[in-house]
């Protein structure tokens, strides 16, 4: 229960008014949801601006989505989370999802993706400080589950309250973890890749230091860049293409791997089709959805591979692994830095809320794409679509750890 000492609490600023009368009342509609241990939780997160602010939104009368762990997610939750405010109150606010997700899930093709409330920039550093999003997704067995988790994660029971859809969830959500984390726990099959990337400079501004430095790309990718989409080709087609690969000099070798890159800009599935993007060499990508998947396309060689792994999210940008090296030598350095520009113009604009899923322009159940006005251009993708959501096609979850087929 609410206790008075919450009460005096930091005053919180007037715009992130709580409703109290509200918030008392999904307490109770939670608690006798069985959902005792969210009281303790609501108390943990008034403690923290952070934390006020998801109470704040929650009750603001809009419609959230609230992905709320069970107790017994809760009793078994890490202890560096669940005993730390602002830890819980970071982990929190990836279960509050803005806008309405009653009923059933867009489903485009199979999966949702959607912008939560965390924006901590000691999880998320996505560019123009976007929040992080969370996939989910109805299987076979009739049960959807939350992707990109190491436990597997489903929904075992819906409620709701006012305009908040809760979803009971049997495990407290992870937040997704930096790239070095994430392949050996999630066994992203990158090897191959991930020690190509490891031997291939690229300049980086380290603003600590406020001096240029080169890093690996491994390291770019993995806390360096603040927004990027790399298109990681598996393990069998780094291995199709070693020996090519091994014949490159240095700058070939990294305008290769340039070539799978978008700087500045995450992009999730399903705001690719039917747009194209200039990736950091300034060469085209082209990318079509059909019922095989989703299949990006080289402009320059013509080399097509299928997503085989989509929205492997990360804290700086997402990778989606693919099949084939888009083996383009090719570079066009005007190109590369004006799509850069692009970028960092769109990541600056100011943001509405995002309220549907990433891809969508509404939450109702057919949902229709906002990608596929194919205009050539990364910008109009970024200025015409919504930023929000993604859908995960091809994801295979098994027991929770992500494997590639
Ligand atoms: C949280 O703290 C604020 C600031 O003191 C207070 O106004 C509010 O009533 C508290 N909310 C809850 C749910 O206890
Ligand atoms: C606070 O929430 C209650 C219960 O949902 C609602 O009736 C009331 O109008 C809300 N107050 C404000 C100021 O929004
Ligand atoms: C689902 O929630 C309802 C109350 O909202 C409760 O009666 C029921 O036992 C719950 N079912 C499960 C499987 O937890
Ligand atoms: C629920 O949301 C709708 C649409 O945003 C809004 O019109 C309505 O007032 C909200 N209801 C409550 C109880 O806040
Ligand atoms: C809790 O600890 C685990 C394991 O050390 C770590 O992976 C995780 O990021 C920590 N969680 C938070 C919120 O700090
Ligand atoms: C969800 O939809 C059902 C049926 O359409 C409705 O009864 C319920 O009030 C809705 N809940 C929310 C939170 O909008
Ligand atoms: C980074 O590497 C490039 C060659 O790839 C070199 O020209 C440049 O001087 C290096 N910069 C620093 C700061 O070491
Ligand atoms: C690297 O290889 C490319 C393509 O074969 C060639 O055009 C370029 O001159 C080479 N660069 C160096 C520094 O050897
Ligand atoms: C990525 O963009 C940043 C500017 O945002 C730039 O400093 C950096 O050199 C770029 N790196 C690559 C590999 O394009
Ligand atoms: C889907 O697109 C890919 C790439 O263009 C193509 O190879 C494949 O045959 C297409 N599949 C169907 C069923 O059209
Ligand atoms: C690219 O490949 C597709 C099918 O693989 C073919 O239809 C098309 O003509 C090719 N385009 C070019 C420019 O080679
Ligand atoms: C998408 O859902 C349909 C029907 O539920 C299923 O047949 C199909 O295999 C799913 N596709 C993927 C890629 O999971």
Redesign the pocket.
């Known amino acids: 229960m609410l206790t008075s000492s919450l009460l005096l609490a930091a005053a919180v600023p007037a715009a992130m008014a709580q ?4 918030l008392t ?1 999904l307490l109770g509609s939670l608690q006798s949801a069985g959902l005792t241990q969210i009281a303790s939780i609501a108390q943990s997160l008034n403690s923290t601006s952070e934390g006020q602010n998801v109470l704040a939104s929650l ?3 809009s419609p959230y989505l609230l992905l709320a762990p069970n107790d017994a997610a809760l009793e078994n939750a890490p202890a560096n989370v669940t005993s730390d405010a602002n830890a819980l109150a970071s982990v929190f606010s990836y279960h509050v999802v803005p806008g309405s997700f009653n009923g059933t899930a867009p489903k485009y093709p199979n999966t949702t993706l959607a912008r939560t409330l965390l924006v901590n920039g000691n999880y998320v550093q996505l560019e123009g400080n976007k929040p992080q999003v969370v996939a989910w997704s109805t299987r076979a067995d009739g049960k959807v589950h939350i992707l990109n988790q190491r436990n597997d994660s489903t929904v075992v029971n819906t409620t709701s309250f ?1 305009n908040l859809t809760v979803w009971v969830v049997d495990h407290l959500l992870q937040i997704p973890q930096d790239l070095s984390t994430t392949i050996p726990a999630d066994k992203i099959s990158l090897t191959g890749v991930d020690a190509v990337l490891k031997t291939i400079q690229t300049p980086f501004f380290d603003s600590t230091t406020n001096a240029s430095t080169n890093v690996t790309l491994f390291d770019a990718l993995n806390t360096g860049f603040h927004g990027f989409t790399f298109f990681a080709p598996n393990t069998s087609a780094i291995s199709l293409v070693q020996s090519q690969l091994q014949q490159l000099n240095t700058t070939a070798a990294q305008t290769v791997l340039y070539n799978h890159l978008l700087n500045g800009t995450t992009v999730y599935t399903p705001e690719l089709p039917g747009e194209s993007f200039v990736t950091a060499a300034g060469e085209t990508l082209s990318f079509t959805l059909n019922t095989t998947g989703t299949f990006v396309t080289d402009q320059t060689t013509n080399i097509t591979a299928r997503i085989v792994q989509p929205d492997v999210l990360l804290p700086n940008g997402v990778i989606h692994v693919i099949d084939r090296v888009l083996f383009n030598t090719n570079s066009d350095a005007s190109a590369a830095s004006s799509a850069i520009a692009s970028a960092t113009s769109a990541a600056t604009q100011t943001q509405s809320s995002q309220t549907a899923p990433i891809g969508f322009s509404q939450t109702s159940g057919l949902a229709s794409p906002t990608g596929g006005s194919d205009t050539g251009s990364a910008v109009s993708a970024f200025g015409g679509a919504s930023w929000g959501i993604l859908v995960a096609a091809l994801g295979v979850v098994f027991g929770g750890l992500i494997t590639v087929a």
Not at 19 to 22: A, D, Q, R, Y
């Open positions: 409703n109290i009368t509200f009342g009750s603001s009368g006012g």
